[in-house]
């Protein structure tokens, strides 16, 4: 999820962010991302729900742009769902307050969400093979910079970033060829917070 404009994310308008802002439909769309395709009766096993429940909430996503059924899988009646590829933007914040609260509730679960994938990463990295662990990295740094230069440096990294989700989303679409390099659920977080700008609490 991204807030910035220019690239291939789907926007969410007010009521696409009032239906994704309710638990299970943020966790359905959080295994979705992390496991690949999966039906309503998978889910609801690994969610502890009720096929009706995981089958009414997949619809209420793609409803709104969010999933869509995986070509060439499934039998029958039976539907494969994942997320659709380029991911999301919230865009501007919106003035329908409904909706405002909406995109707090999103952002606050993006916090927990990274929270739990770094948590989750320092505790099973030493069970991790050791190439992918050399791949892997934490980075942070404290600039002091313009609002024009974060932009841009914003901007920058996004790009980088939409490049590599472009050639992602091209090994979802297509089977891997005989000889293609291994791949793995590869999770990468951006942040640029101008914690400067926000005013301290005055001292009691």
Do not use: C
């Not at 969610?47 to 996503?61: K, P, Q």
């Not at 405002?100 to 099973?124: K, Y």
């Not at 979802?172 to 590869?186: D, I, M, N």
């Amino acid at each position: 999820m991204t807030k910035s404009k220019g690239f291939s994310a789907h926007t969410l308008d007010a009521n696409a962010l009032k239906s994704f802002a309710h638990p299970l439909r943020l966790r359905i769309y959080e295994l979705l991302d992390e496991r690949g395709p999966a039906t309503a009766t998978g889910l609801a096993v690994l969610l502890g729900e009720n096929t009706g429940a995981t089958s009414y909430h997949l619809r209420e996503l793609a409803r709104h742009g969010m999933i869509e059924v995986a070509a060439g899988m499934g039998r029958g009646k039976e539907k494969y769902w994942r997320v659709v590829p380029g991911g999301f933007t919230y865009g501007d914040p919106p003035p329908d307050a409904e909706a405002a609260s909406a995109l707090e509730v999103l952002l606050d679960d993006l916090v927990r969400q990274r929270g739990a994938e770094l948590a989750r990463w320092r505790q099973g990295a030493s069970r991790a093979p050791a190439e992918w662990v050399e791949a892997s990295g934490f980075g942070r740094r404290s600039l002091r910079l313009t609002v024009e230069e974060t932009a841009e440096l914003r901007d920058q990294v996004l790009e980088v970033l939409e490049r590599y989700r472009t050639v992602s989303d091209g090994r979802q679409a297509e089977p891997a060829e005989g000889g293609e390099p291994s791949t793995g659920h590869v999770v990468i977080h951006f942040d640029v917070l101008p914690l400067g700008a926000v005013p301290e609490d005055d001292p009691a």
